[in-house]
Each structure stands twice: as structure tokens, then as C-alpha cells.
């Protein structure tokens, strides 16, 4: 759901109160480079890969995706910033599930040229999928560090029940040895724990999930594989 035309800007770098963005304020945030709450794109040349980003930041801590700025963080801005956001709001309409919440608008530089801004708002409606046409499946995103990558099973479960109330797990054999591992190792995987415990992956699966569900581990999403750790 896009959400007016205004310039107000929530930092994505703290909790400070949102304030206008101009030129001067936009040069400060793209000094810091790209990061979990802040992604750069030259231009909308293909839609239908540049929702993937603002899905995460949907389904992480949400986010700010500047169209107009370079990877290395040269502030060029678009020719027809119009067009260009008519073409990704077009792709958002049309590829993502459920509807997030942004706010779009465009910041005029001295050159003539504009920034195109999506500052998007984390979602209490997680997880939010992309699903194009070329896809035989949704897919559903999320963002670490400075990178978007494919939510995994336990990801989008995590995702979609995070606020559930009352949710809680039995301390037994395979808990106690899923604890101590991790405090041995540092972090355990879904393999590691099917293996080493010597159940299956999907009862395996239900641990992990349920004992971050309860804030006693934290997922680490990963491109190949998620690790876990104490919280």
C-alpha cells in the first residue's frame, strides 16, 4: 500500500525522529554505503528484480531503496524519475504478496535530475512473497547485512508466527543436546542437528524453529544454509 507523497524520513541507521530529507541529508546516508536498512539502484531497469529488495525490507527491519544512486555511492539521479516510478509500482502491484506498506517520493538535484525514494516499513503481515511470472513459486525474501537473499523453510515460519502469543516448547532429550552444541560450537545447523541428534530434518526443523519462536536461539539466514545461535 503506498502511502502519500511525503519527504519525511524515518533514518535507517537509529530511532531518531523522522525529518525532512533533502539533498544534504541524502549525501549523509548514502556516505555510509549500502547496508540492511538501505539499498541503491541506478535505475528501474528491471522492475520485477529491484521488488525483491523492498520485500525484505518488508519482511526484516524495513528500509530505503534510492533509485538514482550507483553501488558506489555517486548520487546521479534519473532523467524521468516519473516514468521510473511508475514502472516499479506497476511491478510491485503486479508481483508482491500481501501488500507492504511504503511511502515513495523523489528529491530534485541541482543537476536537474532526481533521486527516486521507497521508504518502505517493516510489516506486522510477514512473511511477503515475490511472484513472477518466470517462477513457479512465490519466493519470499529477507535481508542480512547489506544483501537480499531467499528465506528458507524455517525462515518464513519463523516470519509468519514471530508475534504469536503463547507459544512454548518441552526441554527434552533432543533440546538439552541442541543447547549444549551450541554452546560448545557456537552455532548449529538444521543438518547438524538431524545428524548429530539423530532425528529427522523436519522434527529438526521444529525445534530450531520453536526455540527461537521463544527467544532461547536467533536465526542467522543464510544464502546456502542458516545457522543458529544463543540469544
Known sequence: ?????????????????????????????????????????????????????????????????????SDAGVIEGVKFAEEEQFLLERAIEKYCFPAFTYRAYRIRLDNGREVLVYQVYESVDKPHFVQLETDPHPICYVRVKDRTIQASKEMKQILRRENEEGISFAYGDVERFLLDFVREKGKITLAELALEAKIPTWLASRKLVLLVLTRVLKIEPGESVDTYVLN
Request: hydrophobic fraction near 40%; avoid cysteine; charged fraction near 30%.
Open 1 to 69: 500500500m503506498r502511502i502519500g507523497s511525503e519527504i519525511l524520513l524515518d533514518l535507517p541507521f537509529g530511532d531518531e525522529e523522522e525529518s525532512l530529507l533533502d539533498v544534504r541529508n541524502l549525501k549523509n546516508l548514502v556516505r555510509h554505503g549500502e547496508g540492511l536498512r538501505l539499498e541503491f539502484k541506478m535505475k528501474v531497469k528491471y522492475p520485477e528484480k529491484i521488488v525483491k529488495e523492498l520485500v525484505a525490507f518488508a519482511n526484516t527491519e524495513g528500509g530505503h531503496l534510492f533509485v538514482g544512486v
